[in-house]
């Protein structure tokens, strides 16, 4: 058995910001963002009442409602996020509680921005395990948090947001997927968390931001993606006209047109809302596939090819019939 997505939702944040605000807050352009990264507008975070918890539940809770599944019928939880409320306990558990699925397993994973596919994968593995029938899957950041907001490096490219999908153990859905880590390029994107403050090791109470070296990243995901791409179709005896829609982790629209030309596929292929969402690690894909889900741009048989990379270094993808 393997796991069929049948429910999609997302949650973002109610404000947006522009390119020219940001202008307002670090020496940067409407110009120089659009043409280096495609991003427009990014939605984030502006009171108290929205977190990284908040915006997983909305997103969760829409997915359950679009899979016509409740709360109780899941038995895990997984939710993929570098930037949880709480370092414990984890947002999984959190959300388990606020939804009232009390019979579901739950945790978090931590891989970036390939995180919500690393989630995926490991529901296949329950699922093919027979472990597991029912899981909800969210892709959640609060990047914002994590971000230097002098840093005009970074700051323009990310964003905040949830999305979420139910998964069903099913005879079709999953048709192949892989996963991989590089650690020893772990250095070219990194967040410290806070330093060790305990009486013997006093080295202060500084909290390190967000560090990306953009170029090295550009490097890794144009190379990368597109031979983890060709691996996956390999594996599934497939070639890359084969996919209906390739849903890419939204980080930056030069990284997906570079791999649509290196595939030589027509950007058609290639939905994208990293105009208005920016960059929200995990839960871009999610985010991306509740709007087209919702768009209806998906028919039933669709073969959609989802693949994403990120910090650790990771990468991940999964070839599925919608
Ligand atoms: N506004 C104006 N100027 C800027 C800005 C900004 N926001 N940011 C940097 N610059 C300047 C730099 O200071 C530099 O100036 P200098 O030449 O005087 O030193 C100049 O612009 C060029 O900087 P580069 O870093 O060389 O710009 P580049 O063309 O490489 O684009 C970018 C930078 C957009 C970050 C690009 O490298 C990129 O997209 N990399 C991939 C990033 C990515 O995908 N990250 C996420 C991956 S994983 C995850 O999602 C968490």
Redesign the pocket.
Known sequence: MRAKIIGTGSCLPDKIVTNDS??AI????DE??QS??GIQERHLVSSETETTLSMAVTAGQAALENAGISPTQLDLILVAT?SSDFLTPSTACMVQKALGASNAAAFDINA??SGFLFALNTVDAYFQAGIYQTALIIGVET?SKLIDWSD???????GDGAGAVVAKSSEEGMIACLQGSDGSGGDI?ICKSRTNNNPYIHTGTDLDY?Y???????K??VKKEPECIHALLQQAGMQPPDVDYYLL?Q??Y??ISSIARKLKLPLEKFPSNVSHRG?T?AA?IPILLDEVNRNGLLAEGNILLLS????GLTWGAALLKW
Do not use: K, P, Y
């Open positions: 940001l202008s670090v020496d940067t352009s120089w963002i280096r990264t570098v970036a921005c990047l005009r490096s970074t700051c323009v490219l990310f994107l967000l990306m070296d953009g170029q090295e990243v550009f890794f995901a982790h980080a930056n030069r990284i960059n690690s871009s994403g990379f990120g910090a």
